[in-house]
């Protein structure tokens, strides 16, 4: 608690204890109006002053007024305790909404704390613990184990496990050596590093994804602003209708029906309306959802750009991906050697000796199977065959690498894969060795990601691909995938998307899924875009509405399933709230409910709301 | 030009208040204030002194929520 709630606080627990004092004493009429004063204005002086400011600048509706007007109402009748309790409740309702919104900003900033205070910084020998605004790009840095890393680079010395849990939600750390890139934000664990920073701490990742979480709630949402406007013209609404409760039913009373007028009864009725009409419990507990699931869901590594792509998030009904990099890993490697006539290493060995020339992935993936450094003086004549593949000479002996029509072409009779992938035929000296067989990898958890998605009520999957058919529909049958579209360039993307946007309802929304290196155009055209894999790559997280820290899809149905409990209790509280509001108008109005019932109706749903807005922070069973 | 200003301010109703107050500021293209980060970004319109503007915000502010600060 700060001071300003302290202070709050001791106010309310001297008012409280001369409230209950003061009752039992048997004073009655003017006595007892100086003796209950004391405790109203220990309690009420500063709204009694707010709400005279308020009346002096011309913005009389305000919940000050309110209170004011309804407090000062219920003395005048004669009900001093009344008054005070109300007065009293006000205060106490202020005090919990103050200490829950403090509470949960803590909380969400204990959540993100990953903003690195200091940087070390070697100088002659010496370490020297610095801003990280200070250290300039290409300085040598060094992180002690437990500390964070606090800028991005490059690892120049040392091995160590690092902990990414606070970026990415991954509670397995991922080991990390010399050579490695290093991003900011994730903890040393066990080594010490010495790191050359690539970038400055402004471009860091920790301090782009600090900007972004602390922006996010700045996009308001579609029921904050709905929010904003209801308040705006509820607020007087009440305020006239408390005014018409007071006057019209009694000199309709007095002239029409002959009756005694009651004015203190329709009063106090509608003093009872003001105090029902607070807006606190709406206005306050909707942005506190929205900021409390941004905060829960960046905890889990899904970093979501504003409140309104949380309620777009929570109405998606299709999702579409890309495949590599996306449901696949993007990294192409040999995942078999068949039909081979040579035993495998020495069909490796050939194939990656007569690409070794080659800078293409899949030269690149030979050599990595082959495991040993290459001696590129083995290899001559090299013959590049465009489209086809390669032939050299290898040891003396002739190499021909490449695809069918390389076997087609030189007359070599070959051998048809039936798996998927990339093949690579080979023949040595005219005679057929071989293929090797290289393909993408699907990420661990596509086909369990695809499931959840479909579990989390999404009605069509779709996968789009610049990949060969045949490789496209392969995926999008291991995995699931309700249809696929592949050989596409990346234009037709984005008209594929434009298709499916067009063919489905207005309501339900479709979320692209991409890479965000080569998907932008595609990313920002959906209703809602999701990047994959931010861990350094900005143009994800220039380009997405909503970015996964890790490149797992499993989380792109947990961020739908914490949209939805975000919108669900947002949803919640806008009904509880206003339905219990009108309610209590309603039998305030007939006479039914009293005060305490008001007293409820105001700071009883305001506490119920706002610890149901808090919910939405736990999204780690989701 | 765009900025962000640290604010207190104690309700959410009260936030909403003044970001209405600094938009109808002149020199202030968009104000968007954000209670629950308790910051206020303002984007000036072209040519105007972000300070002088700041200024006329800040008592603007005040006029409607007399319980509020902006640190300059």
Partial sequence: ?622 | MKKTYKIDVDCANCANKMEEAANKTAGVKNAVVNFMTLKMNVEFEEGAAPKEVMQEVLKNCKKVEDDCEIFL
């Fill in chain 1, 1 to 622: 608690m700060n001071k300003k709630q302290k202070k709050v606080l001791t106010r309310i627990i001297i008012a409280a204890v001369l409230m209950i004092a003061f009752s039992f004493l048997p004073v009655e009429g003017y006595t007892a109006f100086v003796l209950f004063m004391i405790p109203y204005l220990v309690i009420g002086y500063d709204i009694l002053i707010k709400a005279g400011k308020g009346i002096k600048n011309h913005q009389v509706f305000d919940e000050n007024f309110l209170m004011a007007v309804a407090t000062v109402g219920a003395i005048a009748l004669g009900d001093y305790r009344e008054g005070v309790a109300v007065m009293l409740f006000y205060q106490i309702g202020e005090l919990f909404q103050s200490y829950a919104v403090g509470k949960s900003r803590r909380n969400i900033s204990d959540l993100m704390d990953i903003r690195p205070d200091y940087a070390n910084i070697e100088r002659d020998g010496e370490i020297e613990e610095v801003d990280p605004d200070e250290v300039e790009i290409g300085s040598i840095i060094v992180v002690k184990p437990g500390e964070k890393v606090p800028i991005d680079g490059v690892i120049i010395e040392g091995t160590t496990t690092l902990n990414t849990s606070a970026l990415t939600g991954e509670s397995v750390p991922r080991d990390a050596s010399e050579g490695d890139e290093v991003i900011s934000g994730c903890i040393n664990m066990t080594g010490v590093l010495r790191i050359k920073t690539t970038k400055e701490f402004g471009e860091s990742t920790v301090s782009k994804i600090l900007d972004m979480v602390e922006n996010a709630s700045s996009r308001k949402s579609r029921s904050e602003n709905f929010i904003s406007k209801f308040a705006k013209y509820y607020t007087p609404a009440v305020c006239y209708g408390a005014l018409a409760l007071a006057v019209l039913p009694p000199v309709v009373r007095m002239i029409f029906m002959g009756l005694s007028p009651e004015w203190g009864d329709w009063i106090m009725r509608a003093l009872t309306f003001l105090v029902i009409s607070c807006p606190c419990a709406l206005v306050i507990s909707i942005p506190l959802s929205f900021f409390a699931g941004i905060g829960g869901a960046s905890n889990a590594g899904v970093l979501v750009k504003g409140s309104n792509y949380l309620e777009t998030l929570a109405g998606t009904k299709y999702v579409v991906f890309d495949k590599t990099g996306t449901m696949t890993q993007g990294v192409f490697e040999v995942t078999g050697v068949h039909h081979n006539t040579l035993p495998m290493d020495e069909i490796l060995e050939y194939a990656a000796l007569a690409e070794s020339f080659s800078s293409h992935p899949i030269s690149r993936s030979l050599q990595k199977a082959y495991g040993k450094a290459i001696d590129q003086s083995r290899v001559t004549d090299v013959q590049e065959v465009s489209g086809k593949g390669v032939i050299a000479k290898v040891d003396g002996r002739t190499v021909a690498a490449g695809n069918a029509k390389l076997m087609e072409m030189k007359g070599i009779p070959y051998q048809e894969c039936h798996s998927v992938g990339t093949i690579v035929h080979l023949a040595v000296d005219g005679e057929y060795v071989g293929h090797i067989l290289i393909a993408d990898l699907l990420k661990p958890h596509a086909e369990e990601a695809i499931r959840a998605l479909k579990a989390a009520g999404i009605r069509k999957t779709v996968m789009l691909t610049g990949d060969a058919k045949r490789v496209a529909d392969k995926v999008a049958a291991d995995l699931g995938i309700d249809e696929v579209y592949s050989e596409l360039l990346p234009g037709d993307k984005v008209a594929m998307v434009e298709k499916l946007l067009s063919q489905k309802n207005e309501k339900e929304k479709l979320a692209f899924v991409g890479d965000g290196i080569n998907d932008a155009p595609v990313l920002s055209r959906a209703d809602i875009g999701i990047a994959m894999g931010a861990m350094g790559s900005d143009a994800a997280i220039e380009a997405a509405d909503i970015v996964l820290m890790d490149d797992d899809p499993l989380k792109i149905a947990k961020a739908i399933r914490i949209a939805r409990k975000c919108l669900r209790i947002v949803y919640e509280n806008i009904y509880f709230a206003i339905g219990v509001k009108v309610i209590c108008l309603i039998l305030g109005a007939l006479g039914i409910a009293n005060m305490w019932v008001a007293i409820f109706a105001d700071v009883g749903v305001m506490v119920i709301a706002v610890l149901n807005a808090i919910r939405t922070l736990y999204v780690k069973n989701l």
